[in-house]
């Protein structure tokens, strides 16, 4: 069994910073892709960025220059770091990770993490 437990999140003014953390625990054979993703009232989910195992990452054009993302592939720890916050980004963010065990590879989210960008 393997679980995506998020920290961080919560409520900051615009043009504040946040950082969002994100492990994953359980049979583990290898962390493939990890990324976050959002979803605002009323929308639908969205990429924000993603990272491969090798450290490329990719981001959504709304938060390039102001978010980055990395990953600590030794404790299967993906991160978020959110500077110059925008009321747009308040959403629910949910972290992504595809993961491989000995004869299976699955894609998994976690609970979601709520950030609030007060104007």
């Known amino acids: 069994q393997v679980q995506l437990v998020e920290s961080g999140g919560g409520l900051v003014q615009a043009g504040g910073s946040l950082g969002l953390s994100c492990a994953a625990s359980g049979t583990i054979v290898r962390v493939n892709n990890m990324g976050w993703y959002r979803q605002a009232p009323g929308k639908q989910r969205e990429l924000v960025a993603t990272i491969t195992n090798g450290g490329s990452t990719n981001y959504a054009d709304s938060v390039k220059g102001r978010f980055t993302i990395s990953r600590d592939n030794a404790k299967n720890t993906v991160f978020l770091q959110m500077n110059s916050l925008k009321p747009d980004d308040t959403a629910v963010y949910y972290c992504?990770?595809?993961?491989?065990?000995?004869?299976?590879?699955?894609?998994?989210w976690g609970q979601g993490t709520l950030v609030t960008v007060s104007s």
């Open positions: 992504n990770a595809v993961i491989s065990g000995t004869l299976w590879t699955q894609g998994y």
